[in-house]
């Protein structure tokens, strides 16, 4: 006889049990703290968590998501930036959530929230490779870094390797959120290639990308699609990485480890040229320095950087054209200015309780800067000396 499906939103109880079962811990979460910060999350921040329940139900409801006790604990699970509390992750991951379903086109979004990564872009594939490429998927339920990857992958040709797999050399985790009421894609976390097997040489990758770091070029992605979002562009500090925790300094290796993750996150951001943002947070420029000073350099480094160059704008141009295909702009909002009545702020703050303007506390990029045309732009010399050890 076939079991009725309970239509009741579990209750926050149901979600502390589910804390503690054997899959739920990970993502650098010991059980006993995985249970520990659900029975908090519980009894302290009810309404919340609630609100996040009934969020979780839903989607799960409409098959958006499949595993909803691993959703809902995403909420409980500790955030990358140690200074962020139940209620303002609740807050993120709907915010997110809200975002993502209007995203992308219909067809890119169904194969994200089925698991399966979306081919963002095929990158020029160098000899010796059956393909490099751009894509992005979910996160791990487990990841404290962000709800969404964009990942390098790459994998040699037959005549190379035999049996050659799928290598992820290089991971960028992000989420959308408001910070500051502005709308933001957030970086979360960089990191380069973790399996103990299916890797490739520096070396390697360096020449398959035309010299490019695969850190950078992956922010220089985050750039493109936060400005085809319209969307402010933020990392995050090191100095708010929750590794400054006690619970992770009492051993030496863990220390020394989170250092050199702390020193290499300092470098990507000064390669960008990042500005200190909301607490815990640096504004990263949607353009980057983009004065080609070739001739500044010897003949065999502006070869070099001529075809870091070169790869650059063909990967950019591909990368606008199948953004216009798998990916969705946000719905424009009516301006004041293109009303057929114009009025002076002093009537417009009578009519609809305009406010005055405040000066932001934190220098985001202007809007009319994000638009601006780029065509005509080509990478950094500063990529030929910049840092080697990037996360």
Known sequence: MATRKSHRIPTLWQGFRWSLGADASGGGTTPYRMAWRALNATLWHSRAMKRWMTVVYELHSRKVIEDMPGEYLRAVRPYV???VGFNERVV???DHMDWLEGAFQRAAFEQIVSGQPLTLVELTAPRGYDYVRLQLQQAPLPSPEGDMLLSLNLQRSADVQHKAENVEAAVLAFSRFRIDDKPCLVIGGVRGQRHPTQRVSLTELSQALQGWKPSVLLVRVAQELARYWQLHLIGLDPAAHRLHDWSYRWKKNRRESGQRIFAAYDALWD???????????????LNSDEKL???A????????QT????????????MRAEFRRLLQKPVREARLSHLTETMDRESMRARLNYPDVIKDEFDFDDDSQDSQNSEDMVPSRVLATGPGNLV
């Open 92 to 94: 993120q991951l709907i």
């Open 307 to 318: 075809s870091r160059a070169d790869y650059w704008i063909r990967t950019r141009n591909v």
């Open 271 to 285: 390669h960008f040229d990042c500005k200190p943002g909301p607490l815990g947070w640096v504004v990263v420029p």
């Open 81 to 83: 930036h140690r200074g």
């Open 297 to 304: 350099l010897s003949p065999e480094k502006r070869a070099r």
């Open 293 to 295: 000073a070739a001739t």
